[in-house]
């Protein structure tokens, strides 16, 4: 089984709607990230969690939320979901070092 | 804004040669870097990280490190079709032990 576990793996949703982007994983890792990925503009860290009672904003973190509802759980949601934010979505994990992270599969999302 | 660049390519190689991947990073106190391997429209894979000045070396690949000239290779012995993927540079700045900045990628076409 994979370690990091993403679902859906695609989505498609309309303008407006709210949608949850789910993480699970089995590495016992303690961090956890979320990505997307769009072309031409590579990774970009939306939001990242130490632990269950720690979670930090990255980069864009604007128009999305995220809940760690667990050490191995970690959810990303659109609460008003634009065009914009087609992209690929990542989820991550790394031991306390931060240093090697581990991607999920990938969930490809399409506001239309 | 921590800069991390490559050179988008594409590179081509005939198979059997060796390719030689490139990425510059900004932030002078960067401790930790790492390439990884992405298919398209897979997750990223990680296949060197580097710690030190010098070269690391496992199986065809061999990643550089130079702090001095903010520089970091990745060189791929014995290039195969397989080899094929968008390579991306990421670096771990020396002020947080948990983001990663990643650069665009480079992308390699191995010739049969």
């Known amino acids: 089984d994979a370690d990091v576990t993403q679902t859906p793996r695609n989505r498609i949703t309309k303008t407006g709607k709210r949608i949850m982007l789910e993480c699970s994983q089995t590495k016992g890792h303690d961090r956890m990230y979320w990505y997307r990925q769009d072309p031409g503009l590579g990774l970009r860290l939306i939001y990242y969690?130490?632990?269950?009672?720690?979670?930090n904003k990255g980069e864009i973190s604007d128009g999305y939320s995220v809940s760690r509802q667990a050490q191995a759980k970690f959810s990303l949601s659109l609460e008003s979901a634009i065009p914009n934010q087609t992209a690929l979505y990542f989820c991550?994990?790394?031991?306390?070092?931060?240093?090697?992270?581990?991607f999920g599969p990938g969930t490809r999302l399409t506001v239309t | 804004q921590k800069e991390v660049e490559q050179n988008s390519g594409p590179l081509s190689v005939p198979e059997g040669a060796i390719a030689s991947l490139n990425c510059t990073y900004s932030d002078r106190v960067s401790q930790s870097f790492f390439w990884y391997r992405q298919y398209s429209g897979k997750s990223p894979e990680l296949i060197m990280s580097?710690?030190?000045?010098g070269d690391k070396e496992d199986g065809r690949f061999t990643a550089q490190l130079n702090k001095a000239s903010q520089y970091v290779s990745l060189l791929i012995r014995d290039s195969q079709p397989s080899d094929s993927a968008t390579y991306l540079c990421a670096v771990n700045p020396g002020n947080s032990g948990y983001a990663l900045n990643f650069g665009k990628g480079t992308s390699l076409l191995v010739t049969p």
């Open positions: 991550a994990t790394s031991d306390l070092t931060g240093y090697e992270q581990y």
């Open positions: 969690s130490f632990d269950v009672k720690d979670i």
């Open positions: 580097i710690y030190s000045n």
